[in-house]
């Protein structure tokens, strides 16, 4: 199976077509969410990624003498990126009475990406990642309407959400070009799978947990 297909494989498996957004998300793109929920999301999100960045850097230092460990370093660099919209986010929530302590349902997804940076296959890594950001870009891209049309978001205060809706096509193309043409092997592509299933599945914990915030 080329590896194009390979990846589209485990996008459609791990994210069928039809399947329900997180109640948060469904929340806010009705306009019933929490300012006070948001800004405790985006308290989680300065630890989340400023741990993926470092666990991304891993990644790429493990494979660096093969394309791959540029593909991870490039994720890296957009989470620099991500990481420095985070500020004009957390300010035009206002003043909340909101904790920034970290919550443990929103930081599993963060410890086993690090996890997978010790232990994981990379290459096993690089497709399930692929296949959970089309998740999660999905979510963004309906926060970040929300946010313009509920709340009166500005774009910087926007930009966070907006730089994770961007879709997932050129991300997917550019880790099958690092992957190369014999792509993964079976073996390697159930691991994918079993890696991809459960960072989908803290994925939803981190949504659940703010939904569940008091």
Same mark, same amino acid.
């Given at each position: ?34 300012i006070g929920t948001l800004a ?40 620099? /990126?991500?990481?420095?919209? $985070?500020? !004009?986010?957390? #300010? *035009?929530? +206002?003043?909340?009475?909101? =904790?920034? %302590? ?21 290459? /096993?890594?690089?497709?399930? $990642?692929? !296949?959970?950001? #089309? *998740?999660? +870009?999905?979510?963004?891209? =309906?926060? %970040? ?28 193309? !550019?880790?099958?070009? *690092?992957? +190369?043409?014999?792509?993964? =092997? ?29």
């Open positions: 199976m080329p590896t194009s297909r390979q990846l589209h494989y485990l996008r459609s498996h791990l994210t069928p077509p039809g399947e329900e957004p997180p109640t948060l998300v469904k929340e806010f793109a009705t306009g019933r969410g929490r405790v999301l985006a308290a989680q999100q300065q630890r989340i990624i400023t741990s993926d960045r470092r666990s991304l850097l891993l990644l790429a230092t493990r494979c660096a003498d093969v394309p791959l460990g540029a593909w991870f370093a490039g994720l890296a660099d957009g989470e620099s /990126a991500a990481l420095r919209t $985070l500020p !004009a986010l957390a #300010t *035009a929530c +206002g003043p909340t009475d909101s =904790t920034d %302590a970290p919550l443990p349902g929103c930081q599993a997804y963060p410890s086993y990406l690090a996890w997978l940076a010790l232990n994981g296959h990379p290459p /096993a890594v690089a497709a399930a $990642l692929v !296949a959970n950001f #089309t *998740a999660w +870009g999905g979510y963004c891209a =309906t926060m %970040a309407g929300a946010l313009r049309r509920f709340h009166g978001f500005g774009e910087e205060a926007c930009a966070f959400f907006d730089f994770f809706a961007q879709p997932a096509t050129a991300l997917e193309q !550019a880790a099958a070009e *690092a992957l +190369g043409p014999a792509g993964l =092997t079976d073996p390697d592509l159930d691991v994918a799978r079993e890696y991809g299933r459960l960072l989908q599945a803290y994925e939803q914990l981190f949504w659940t947990t703010l939904t569940e915030l008091p």
